[in-house]
């Protein structure tokens, strides 16, 4: 899509020329982003087709029930997940964002994903030619942990966890070097807190946001879903991009019906 000729962009998508023009009028925006990021990077979403892992939805796994229950088998579907992504690589869209982050001082990314693929795109060569407006640090806010991360069960112990996670028994489940107890992934599962530092970022961010553009996510998970009404809620314009129905349709100033590898890049750059 880079080599995409304006005409062209303008055939694509009517809305296309129209929600590049609010981008490019807001100083300040904020861009929401699900599992739909990396559908095209090959990582399967939670809510579409080919979400269930061994028959099993997100909502039975992600939870402290479930690992109490059986961490072998929850280790066994993070174990995958973390071989899976390895595999990936950033695609279109997370390249565009990355890109877009580095020009633009004003661009919050606050992603719901526990995949390291915007890391990835944000360390790639070619992004890093596009000069650095500001620094990334507060800009970019991961609202639901880190697939490569690990936590202990029991002490404040947490690092980046790598390593093949042998889940193929009960002892052989990955323990904390400090005191000896289970690890965890550090990711958050459904009914536990979010990280508040993270999420309050967001929300300022959300409130003083002049566009916000949501990609690859129903919608459907708060509070992160929550970010975009903050933001319409401040008055900035909403532009979802996603193939599918989502819970924002309803409430977006424009739909960019489509994937995101195709439209983002189109959207964001030249
Ligand atoms: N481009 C853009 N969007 C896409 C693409 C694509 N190529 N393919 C699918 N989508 C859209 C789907 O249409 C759907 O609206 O991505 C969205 C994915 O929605 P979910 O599977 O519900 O994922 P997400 O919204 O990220 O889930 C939120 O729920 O399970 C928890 O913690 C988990 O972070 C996750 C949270």
Redesign the pocket.
């Known amino acids: 899509s880079r080599g995409m000729s304006r005409r062209r962009r303008a055939v694509l998508h009517p809305d296309l020329k129209r929600a590049r023009s609010l981008l490019a009028a807001a100083a300040r925006v904020v861009v929401l982003?699900?599992?739909?990021?990396s559908?095209?990077s090959g990582v399967p979403?939670?809510?579409?087709p080919g979400?269930l892992w061994k028959q099993f939805r997100?909502?039975e796994l992600?939870t402290p029930e479930a690992f109490a229950r059986d961490p072998r088998l929850v280790w066994e579907w993070y174990g995958w997940r973390r071989e899976l992504v390895a595999g990936c690589r950033p695609n279109p869209?997370h390249l565009a964002i990355a890109r877009w982050m580095r020009a633009h001082s004003g661009v919050t990314l606050v992603t719901?994903?526990?995949d390291d693929l915007h890391e990835r795109a944000a360390d790639d060569p070619a992004v890093a030619l596009t000069p650095l407006a500001a620094p990334l640090g507060d800009r970019f806010l991961k609202?639901?942990g880190s697939l490569f991360r690990s936590k202990c069960t029991r002490c404040a112990y947490a690092a980046e966890h790598r390593e093949p996670v042998d889940a193929s028994s009960a002892d052989t489940l990955p323990r904390c070097p400090s005191c000896g107890a289970l690890l965890r992934p550090d990711?958050?599962w459904?009914g536990e807190m979010l990280p508040p530092g993270a999420t309050q970022a967001a929300f300022a961010a959300a409130a003083r946001a002049q566009a916000c553009l949501v990609?690859?996510?129903?919608?459907?998970?708060y509070p992160?879903?929550g970010v975009a009404h903050e933001a319409q809620r401040a008055g900035a314009p909403l532009i979802v991009?996603?193939?599918?129905?989502?819970d924002y349709d309803a409430m977006a100033d424009l739909k960019l019906a489509?994937?995101?590898?195709e439209?983002v890049p189109a959207l964001l750059e030249g």
């Open positions: 982003t699900g599992a739909g990021v559908a095209e979403t939670f809510r579409g979400g997100p909502e992600a869209a719901q994903n526990v609202l639901h990711v958050v459904f990609v690859g996510t129903k919608g459907a998970v992160a879903g991009v996603d193939p599918g129905e989502t489509g994937a995101a590898g439209i």
